[in-house]
Protein backbone atom coordinates (compact mmCIF):
# COMPACT_ATOMS: atom_id res chain seq x y z
CA UNK A 1 0.00 0.00 0.00
CA UNK A 2 1.30 3.51 -0.56
CA UNK A 3 1.62 5.82 2.07
CA UNK A 4 2.52 2.84 4.83
CA UNK A 5 5.51 2.87 6.79
CA UNK A 6 5.30 -0.54 8.32
CA UNK A 7 8.69 0.42 10.39
CA UNK A 8 6.79 3.79 12.35
CA UNK A 9 5.71 3.00 16.01
CA UNK A 10 2.58 4.46 17.15
CA UNK A 11 2.76 8.18 18.62
CA UNK A 12 1.56 7.19 22.09
CA UNK A 13 -1.22 5.11 23.35
CA UNK A 14 -4.30 7.82 23.04
CA UNK A 15 -5.58 10.33 20.57
CA UNK A 16 -2.24 12.29 20.74
CA UNK A 17 -4.44 15.68 20.48
CA UNK A 18 -7.01 15.17 22.86
CA UNK A 19 -3.37 14.03 24.88
CA UNK A 20 -1.95 17.74 24.45
CA UNK A 21 -5.28 19.71 23.98
CA UNK A 22 -6.03 22.15 27.49
CA UNK A 23 -8.30 20.60 29.38
CA UNK A 24 -7.52 17.34 28.12
CA UNK A 25 -9.98 15.73 25.27
CA UNK A 26 -11.85 12.05 25.53
CA UNK A 27 -11.93 9.60 22.33
CA UNK A 28 -14.50 6.97 21.26
CA UNK A 29 -12.01 5.24 18.99
CA UNK A 30 -8.38 5.38 18.23
CA UNK A 31 -6.83 5.82 14.83
CA UNK A 32 -3.27 5.48 13.92
CA UNK A 33 -1.67 7.16 10.78
CA UNK A 34 0.03 4.41 9.16
CA UNK A 35 2.50 6.82 7.48
CA UNK A 36 3.88 8.43 10.52
CA UNK A 37 2.32 6.40 13.61
CA UNK A 38 -0.22 9.67 14.76
CA UNK A 39 -2.70 8.00 16.73
CA UNK A 40 -6.10 10.20 16.54
CA UNK A 41 -9.08 9.94 17.37
CA UNK A 42 -12.25 8.76 15.29
CA UNK A 43 -14.65 10.66 13.76
CA UNK A 44 -17.86 9.57 16.27
CA UNK A 45 -15.16 11.22 18.80
CA UNK A 46 -15.92 14.84 19.74
CA UNK A 47 -12.15 15.76 18.07
CA UNK A 48 -11.86 13.77 15.09
CA UNK A 49 -8.48 14.48 14.99
CA UNK A 50 -7.87 11.18 13.59
CA UNK A 51 -9.03 12.80 10.01
CA UNK A 52 -7.72 16.21 10.81
CA UNK A 53 -4.59 14.89 10.65
CA UNK A 54 -5.42 13.33 7.32
CA UNK A 55 -6.32 16.45 6.06
CA UNK A 56 -3.73 18.69 7.20
CA UNK A 57 -0.68 16.28 6.70
CA UNK A 58 -2.22 14.32 3.58
CA UNK A 59 -1.72 11.20 5.15
CA UNK A 60 -4.09 9.45 3.54
CA UNK A 61 -4.47 6.03 5.16
CA UNK A 62 -5.37 4.93 8.86
CA UNK A 63 -5.46 1.43 10.93
CA UNK A 64 -7.53 0.84 13.62
CA UNK A 65 -5.81 1.21 17.00
CA UNK A 66 -8.73 -0.88 18.33
CA UNK A 67 -8.02 -4.48 20.10
CA UNK A 68 -8.75 -7.37 17.38
CA UNK A 69 -9.31 -4.79 14.76
CA UNK A 70 -7.01 -4.86 11.47
CA UNK A 71 -8.50 -2.64 9.07
CA UNK A 72 -7.52 0.46 7.13
CA UNK A 73 -9.19 3.33 6.13
CA UNK A 74 -8.21 5.18 2.64
CA UNK A 75 -9.78 8.85 3.68
CA UNK A 76 -8.81 9.99 0.41
CA UNK A 77 -10.85 7.32 -1.68
CA UNK A 78 -13.01 6.84 1.41
CA UNK A 79 -11.97 2.94 0.95
CA UNK A 80 -11.80 0.57 3.50
CA UNK A 81 -9.26 -2.49 3.73
CA UNK A 82 -9.93 -5.70 5.74
CA UNK A 83 -6.20 -6.08 6.21
CA UNK A 84 -3.05 -4.32 5.09
CA UNK A 85 0.74 -4.54 5.96
CA UNK A 86 1.92 -5.32 9.28
CA UNK A 87 2.73 -2.14 11.41
CA UNK A 88 5.27 -1.58 14.41
CA UNK A 89 4.13 -2.82 17.45
CA UNK A 90 1.92 -2.63 19.19
CA UNK A 91 -1.07 -2.60 17.36
CA UNK A 92 -3.51 -1.58 19.51
CA UNK A 93 -4.19 0.47 22.64
CA UNK A 94 -3.74 -1.75 26.28
CA UNK A 95 -6.05 -3.73 26.74
CA UNK A 96 -6.55 -1.54 30.20
CA UNK A 97 -7.72 1.29 28.35
CA UNK A 98 -10.95 1.98 28.12
CA UNK A 99 -13.21 2.87 24.94
CA UNK A 100 -14.25 5.49 24.95
CA UNK A 101 -11.48 6.75 27.12
CA UNK A 102 -9.94 7.57 29.15
CA UNK A 103 -12.11 6.75 31.55
CA UNK A 104 -10.80 9.57 33.97
CA UNK A 105 -12.22 12.23 31.22
CA UNK A 106 -15.43 10.88 30.00
CA UNK A 107 -18.11 13.10 31.03
CA UNK A 108 -21.31 11.62 32.36
CA UNK A 109 -23.18 12.58 28.86
CA UNK A 110 -20.46 10.94 26.60
CA UNK A 111 -22.71 9.03 24.35
CA UNK A 112 -24.77 12.24 23.81
CA UNK A 113 -21.78 14.13 22.22
CA UNK A 114 -20.51 11.44 19.99
CA UNK A 115 -21.02 12.51 16.18
CA UNK A 116 -23.14 10.36 13.85
Do not use: K, N
Request: aromatic share 8%; charged share 20%.
Amino acid sequence: MEGVDPAVPPSGTGCADCDAATPQGWWFHLRRCAQCGHIGCCDSSPGQHASAHAASSGHRLVRSFEPGEEWFWDYADETMYERGPDLAPPVHHPLTQSAPGPADRLPRDWAQQLHQ
